[in-house]
């Protein structure tokens, strides 16, 4: 991938390697801009992401690296950080950074992307929890506090799809998308989860390349092995779909580059 802006690091809990064991990787992979955005801290589910205390260290580790590095490659400063109603905070909102990543790993208290609670897919409405889902991506979007939507159609990790069009489904949050000028990731961490393919699936990319909703790409890897991995499905992908330039952010500015 030639820009890369969706990694993690050891903060979150849940991810192994070094900041600079990242960054060599992505150079080795032929990346030009490999961006950090680290699950953000959260007064909710804290296990899974860094403490508000952690920030300070997190954007010491990436801007070391930046520096490090900066003559075989841009590294970038961002943070994922998860719309749920309730627990937006702004200090994590308003934290100077390259990009914010606006992502839907919960619906209320569940959280549908994590093995543990697969359970709870059985006797729900599936239809119902794609209509929930999208409207908190569509919220997500209106609140107009973010740069880039994260893997926008994570609800299908498991295979669990919907019985209706998944087009009309998420027709209002692309929209919503659209108008509030946001990026939309090509996420190649689909293809290593049961599911087998990139978020968001060829049939949304469709309709996000008709909406001439500008895209990036991202690994989302939690290990050194994860970076690139499928980078080269993901642009095939984008560029099948009439794409070839892609989004990268410096102080939430958006730059648009050939991939
Ligand atoms: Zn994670
Ligand atoms: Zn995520």
């Known amino acids: 991938?030639?820009?890369?802006?969706h990694n993690h690091t050891i903060l979150c809990n849940h991810a192994t390697g070094t900041v600079a064991e990242y960054v060599e990787a992505a150079i080795e992979c032929g990346t030009q801009f490999f961006g950090f955005s680290d699950h953000a801290p959260m007064h909710y589910d804290?296990?899974?992401?860094?403490?508000?205390?952690?920030?300070?260290?997190?954007?010491?580790?990436?801007?070391?690296?930046?520096?490090?590095y900066a003559d075989k490659i841009t590294v970038l400063l961002g943070y994922e950080i998860d719309y749920l109603p309730g627990y937006m905070d702004e200090n994590v909102l308003s934290r100077p950074c390259d990009y914010l990543i606006g992502s839907v790993h919960f619906i209320d208290d569940w959280g549908?992307?994590?093995?543990?609670?697969?359970?709870?897919?059985?006797?729900?409405?599936?239809?119902?929890?794609?209509?929930?889902?999208?409207g908190l991506i569509e919220a997500m979007a209106l609140s107009g506090a973010f740069d880039i939507v994260g893997?926008?159609?994570?609800?299908?990790?498991?295979?669990?799809?919907?019985?209706?069009?998944?087009?009309?489904?998420?027709?209002?949050?692309?929209?919503?998308?659209?108008?509030?000028?946001?990026?939309i990731e090509?996420?190649?961490?689909g293809y290593r989860k049961p599911i087998g393919e990139a978020?968001?699936?060829?049939?949304?990319?469709?309709q996000i390349a008709e909406l001439d909703i500008p895209i990036t790409f991202g690994s989302d890897a939690h290990c050194v092995e994860q970076i690139g991995l499928f980078g080269e499905d993901a642009e095939t992908l984008a560029r099948s779909f009439g794409y070839d330039?892609?989004?990268l952010y410096r102080g939430r500015d958006r730059e648009m580059i050939k991939f």
Not at 1 to 5: G, H, K, Q
Not at 49 to 68: C, H, I, N, P, T
Not at 154 to 183: C, E, S
Not at 186 to 189: E, F, L, R, T
């Open 46 to 68: 804290p296990k899974y992401r860094m403490g508000f205390d952690q920030m300070e260290l997190y954007e010491s580790w990436v801007k070391e690296a930046a520096e490090r």
């Open 112 to 134: 549908f992307d994590n093995p543990e609670f697969i359970g709870r897919y059985a006797g729900v409405d599936i239809d119902n929890v794609y209509r929930r889902y999208f």
């Open 186 to 189: 090509i996420n190649a961490s």
């Open 151 to 183: 893997h926008l159609d994570l609800l299908k990790v498991f295979k669990y799809l919907p019985t209706g069009d998944i087009r009309l489904l998420a027709n209002n949050a692309l929209k919503a998308i659209k108008q509030a000028n946001m990026t």
């Open 199 to 206: 978020y968001p699936s060829p049939l949304l990319i469709e």
């Open 245 to 247: 330039k892609c989004a």
């Open 1 to 5: 991938m030639r820009v890369d802006l």
